[in-house]
């Protein structure tokens, strides 16, 4: 039992978090869409079960990646998560159709809405919470990619580092601006229907928030693609690394470097040049020292390294 609870410790927060709050936000918001017949809730709706579930998902998946390598699988269990955010997008896929579908259909034939204050409440209270989702994760791209931001700061922190985020924190990311803007299409669809004529808006909302969760889809599909084929490291962690073998005073330049991004874990290959007249036993303990150097990176789990004799030539 013990065992299980560290483990679950080690699991993705935001996407743990998230799960939960959306499941509670699905229930709210069906209840709320099969009382009032609104379609913006409706959408909104479909649109939190698929988050509650994706991130269900992954949150469940990011404790199976943390598991530490074993004889039939040396490399470890980083892409488990790549797997799990792609059966995550097939989620997504599915209730987006039934969306566009509800939305359609809508716009065909349009249905009044009842119950004005319940589904003002519930989707006042959806935004509210889907911003704090939303600025959590924000909050975790910034720890996990090591940015320094605070305040105002933390929004463009968190776009220009996404891309270096673990795939869970990215999958929720990406989901909670949907969920967040999806929420206010339905909380504008919801006051112009019960205030105007115009009721085809309902509809055009649910399209909208369908055509959203496709784009979700695709962004996050297109990044665990890559992921499982594997992917090369952001440039920043490369210079940081080449940084690190550079500093000893006993290196002179990079022959050649490999850095191999799988989860949030980084795979290290590179051939470093020493300066000349050093013995054997003298260059393995440089190469030791510059190994233990670039292990301390808690993100850096493999590291392999060569040594070549300096060729008076620069090549990094």
């Not at 997008?89 to 319940?118: C, S, W």
């Not at 051939?271 to 003298?282: D, F, P, Q």
Request: net charge neutral; aromatic share 6%; proline share 3%.
């Amino acid at each position: 039992m013990g065992a299980l609870i560290e483990a679950v410790k080690k699991g993705n927060t935001s996407s743990g978090v998230a799960a939960l709050g959306n499941a509670g936000l699905a229930v709210a918001k069906g209840v709320a869409a099969g009382v009032s017949g609104s379609g913006a809730m409706f959408a909104s709706a479909m649109h939190s079960v698929a988050d509650a579930v994706n991130q269900g998902f992954v949150f469940f998946g990011s404790i199976l990646a943390e598991r530490k390598p074993t004889k039939r699988f040396p490399a470890g269990f980083g892409r488990v998560i790549n797997l799990v955010c792609m059966a995550a997008v097939i989620v997504v896929t599915i209730m987006a159709y039934e969306t566009i579908l509800k939305g359609i259909k809508l716009l065909r034939h349009p249905e009044e809405a009842t119950n004005f204050g319940l589904n003002f409440c519930i989707l006042v209270l959806a935004v509210a919470i889907d911003g704090s989702f939303l600025l959590k994760a924000m909050k975790e791209i910034v720890k996990e990619t090591g940015a320094k931001a605070a305040g105002v700061g933390l929004v463009s922190a968190a776009f220009r580092n996404v891309g270096r985020a673990a795939p869970p924190t990215r999958l929720v990311f990406y989901e909670d601006i949907v969920a967040t803007l999806g929420a206010l299409l339905a909380l504008i669809a919801v006051i112009v229907s019960s205030f105007s004529a115009f009721d085809r808006l309902d509809g055009i909302a649910a399209i909208l928030i369908g055509l959203l969760m496709v784009g979700v889809a695709f962004r996050v599909g297109y990044d665990n693609m890559a992921g499982l084929i594997g992917v090369a490291a952001p440039r920043e962690v490369e210079e940081n690394v080449a940084g690190i073998i550079l500093s000893d005073p006993d290196t002179r330049d990079i022959n050649r470097m490999r850095i191999l991004q799988e989860g949030r874990a980084y795979h290290v290959e590179a051939y470093v040049e020493l300066r000349k007249g050093l013995t054997l036993a003298e260059a393995d303990d440089i190469k030791f020292r510059l190994r233990d150097k670039l292990l301390s990176d808690p993100n850096i789990t493999d590291v392999t390294l060569g040594i070549l004799e300096d060729d008076d030539l620069k090549e990094w």
